[in-house]
């Protein structure tokens, strides 16, 4: 019999990959770097975009094991934000932005939105938020330029976003909307389009589904021949955030031809599986089998247990992590948890674990910035202060890498706290959890939320919370947004390989300190009608 043809040595120039969770989309995106190398000319380069920090170390980790560090050396990695600032250092004056003015994070808005909000009830002030960001977003989703960003906003009538427009050009600096604009801009014009095109003649995109019509401008723009485009529209979960699968899936079908379907998974278990079906049926998936169902240890596991309370649930989940971890210290844990209000629990009883646990919402855990802040205290004199240490780590992180920077300055923060209860910066830095060198994933308990979990997979995840005003958000009220609701705990069941574990308690605490009773998830049933009891 012939082998299926592999998709990612498909002689096609413009490739679109559609493939349920697990079904090898990043990994295809490593053999189809490996495949396209060879056809590029020895000056040229492969340009890899993802979205998140997180995301581009899992792909970067994923080529380099694929292609080996000196084929890697010709694939540039980069986030969405990060190639647009890089476009806008290198070609800015072509549209009279100081190439060197301040670049913005992701908190940079919202500290300009906080006087607007501040002092509203909590609701009204999350809503009003809500809105000014919309307006600004939708302002800065086209190539506009200043003026037309303005003419935008005044249309739309949001008298905060004005002001604070105005404001940010008075202060010359940019905010996260801006950086995808301008990059836009500076991609429109041709000479400069040109050069990217040279010097990138392939480029590969993970989870299409995300992307925003900009984003997908971007990405053709920056190159013009051999793209690779992979995602799975049952797992998009940023149209919040400006994705919009439908349009970015029918503008990549004309450019892509119909696209090839993936449809067994590497990642999980049959027991698992039967979860993540379950969860892709109530939305029209089809359902997946094991590539190799033999190869897991009676199958797998899937497992479901309810408790009186928070604590308690929390309290069994760090039982079975100590567990399983003392069986195999080896193995990865999530705990997957989707709103930060839910992690409560979780977070007093992880507090004092005793078993290797990361938190993914503390930058002051997260390797790559712990290796900065580490080598650069190696490097300094002892008696460095932390203004020395703050400068050292910005200075060794690429200034067009706003996520990490920001990340950077969060940990910073937080660090500078703990030099002042340990009394110098060494005796601070001997009590931070030693970075991981090779895995994106460390052995360990990981305590993240869905969206940060994306395209990341643990051996055993544990999901706590599975009840109604949590899983679907509370905030879900329309039935789009209560669609894209189950889109995230697809995200979150399918991160598994070989166990999962649903729970929910009944009774969770107030911000008053009083108690009250849950309700189980509407997709509560479906979910644990595919798993056995704990
Ligand atoms: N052809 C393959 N043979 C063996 N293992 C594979 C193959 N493709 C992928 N894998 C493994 O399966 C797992 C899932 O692959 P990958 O992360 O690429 O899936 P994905 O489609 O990107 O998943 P998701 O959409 O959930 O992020 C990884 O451990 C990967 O190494």
């Known amino acids: 019999m012939i082998p299926p043809l592999d998709p990612a040595h498909s002689p096609r120039e413009n490739l679109l990959v559609i493939a349920p969770p697990g079904c090898g989309k990043t990994e295809l995106l490593a053999r189809r770097a490996a495949h396209l190398l060879p056809v590029l000319e020895p000056h040229q380069r492969i340009l890899a975009l993802t979205f998140s920090n997180r995301a581009k170390a899992n792909l970067a980790e994923r080529l380099l094991t694929g292609l080996g560090p000196q084929r890697f050396r010709r694939i540039k990695v980069t986030n969405f934000h990060g190639h647009a600032a890089e476009l806008i250092r290198a070609h800015g004056p072509t549209i009279g932005l100081d190439p060197h003015c301040p670049l913005a994070n992701k908190s940079t808005l919202s500290q300009a939105i ?147 379907y993936l449809n067994t998974s590497y990642r999980s278990s049959p027991a698992v599986l039967a979860v993540v079906n379950r969860a892709s049926s109530l939305l029209g998936g089809q359902p997946l089998q094991a590539a190799d169902p033999a190869a897991w240890p009676s199958g797998g596991q899937a497992l479901y247990a309810t408790f009186d309370t928070g604590l308690q649930e929390a309290q069994w989940i760090l039982d079975e992590a100590t567990r399983l971890l003392e069986a195999d210290p080896s193995t990865t844990i999530g705990v997957i948890i989707r709103a930060a209000w839910r992690r409560r629990p979780i977070d007093e009883v992880f507090a004092n674990a005793k078993i290797p646990t990361q938190r993914w919402d503390l930058p002051i855990e997260d390797d790559l910035i712990v290796q900065h802040l580490l080598d650069a205290i190696q490097r300094l004199p002892r008696q460095a202060d932390m203004a020395t240490i703050t400068q050292t780590v910005l200075e060794s992180i690429d200034p067009t890498d706003v996520d990490t920077r920001e990340q950077a300055l969060h940990a910073l923060h937080e660090f500078s706290t703990l030099v002042k209860h340990d009394g110098t910066p060494r005796a601070a830095a001997a009590q931070l959890r030693p970075p991981a060198t090779e895995r994106a994933i460390s052995p360990g308990v990981h305590i993240l939320n869905a969206h940060t979990g994306k395209g990341q997979q643990f051996d055993w995840v544990f999901i706590p919370g599975i009840e109604g005003f949590h899983i679907p958000s509370g905030q879900a009220k329309t039935p789009a947004e209560r669609q894209e609701e189950l889109r995230v705990a697809l995200v979150m069941l399918s991160r598994a390989r070989h166990g999962l574990a649903a729970t929910r308690a009944l009774t969770l605490i107030a911000n008053s300190g009083n108690p009250y009773s849950t309700k189980p998830s509407q997709w509560w049933a479906a979910i644990t009608s595919a798993c056995h009891p704990a």
Request: net charge negative; with cysteine; glycine share 6%.
């Open 114 to 260: 906080e006087p607007y909000i501040s002092g509203l009830p909590f609701a009204a002030a999350a809503q009003s938020k809500r809105q000014i960001e919309l307006a600004l977003a939708a302002a800065k989703s086209q190539p506009h330029d200043d003026d037309e960003v303005l003419k935008v906003l005044a249309e739309i009538g949001n008298q905060a976003a004005l002001e604070i427009e105005l404001e940010r050009r008075q202060q010359g600096v940019l905010h996260y909307d801006d950086l995808l604009r301008h990059a836009q801009r500076l991609l429109g014009i041709k000479k400069i389009a040109y050069l990217y095109q040279q010097h990138f003649s392939a480029i590969l995109v993970d989870e299409f589904q995300d992307l925003s019509p900009q984003q997908l401008q971007i990405a053709l723009a920056s190159t013009a021949r051999h793209r690779t485009f992979v995602g799975d529209p049952l797992q998009g979960i940023y149209s919040w955030a400006g994705a919009r699968p439908a349009e970015v899936e029918a503008h990549l079908l004309e450019i892509c031809g119909e696209p090839h």
